[in-house]
Each structure stands twice: as structure tokens, then as C-alpha cells.
């Protein structure tokens, strides 16, 4: 069993498209282990997207994280990290195979409505940042 983090991303959320995306997961053998909506600082933002700080897209990427409030999950199940990373779809969402969350819910690579952990490593670093022991049941 592996653990994963899931971010709604804010344009999903606007959208009201948060249960749909659960059910996503919950469909297809990814149990909901915690989850909560909250609203990113500026500082958490770029704390959590710091690997991209050199990026030319990070001040967009930040500004768009803590546009509204976010959906942070943590996922279970069989090879969690990977299944998440194919529901959610390639990160351009014009890229992203049909009936991913992306190509059916994302506007562009900027509000592609999800983040996924990419590595087993990476998940349990994110998982951490936003959820404490006691929380993830
Ligand atoms: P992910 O793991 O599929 O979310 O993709 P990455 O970790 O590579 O990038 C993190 C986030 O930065 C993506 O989800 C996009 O929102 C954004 N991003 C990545 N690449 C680009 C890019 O080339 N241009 C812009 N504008 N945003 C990008």
C-alpha cells in the first residue's frame, strides 16, 4: 500500500467540481486517507513548489496556487503515486489523454486543476507538509 498527496487546485474549486474528483479516486481503488480545503500563504506556496524556484513559470505558478482555496488530499492504495499521476492526466492539459481529470476538467498548464506527487519519496515529504500523524486515518 502506498500513500500519495492530491491537490485540487483552485480553479477546480471554483469550478464546484471537488466531489466529482474524489469520487475519481475513490473509484478507482484510491481510498481518501485525510483531506481538508484550506487557503495557501504565499510562503507555503512557494515553500511547496520550491524544486521549481528557477522555473520562469514559478511566479505564476505561486500567484495561481494561492488564488483561492485548495483541496489537499492524502490518497491510498496499490501503487498509489502512479494511478493518481494517470487519473490526473499529462500536466498540459491539450496533452492530457481523454477522460483524465485534466483533459476534463483543466484550462490550461497554468489552472490544470490537480497536483500529484511524482515520486513514492516526494509523497511522503508533501503528505508531511500538510497533514500531521494523528490527521491521516
Ligand atoms: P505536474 O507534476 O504534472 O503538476 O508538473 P510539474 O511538477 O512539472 O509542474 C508543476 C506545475 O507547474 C504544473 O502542474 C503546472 O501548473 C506548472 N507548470 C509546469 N510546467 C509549466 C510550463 O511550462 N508553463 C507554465 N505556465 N506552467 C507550468
Partial sequence: MEKTLSIIKPDAVKKGVIGQILTRFENNGLRIAATKKIQLSQKEAEEFYAIHKERPFFKDLVEFMVSGPVVVS???????????????????????????????FAENIDANAVHGSDSLENAKIEIEFFFSKTEIL
Fill in 74 to 104: 492524502v490518497l491510498e492504495g496499490e501503487n498509489a503515486v502512479l494511478k493518481n499521476r494517470e487519473l490526473m492526466g499529462a500536466t498540459n492539459p491539450k496533452e492530457a489523454a481523454p477522460g483524465t481529470i485534466r483533459a476534463d
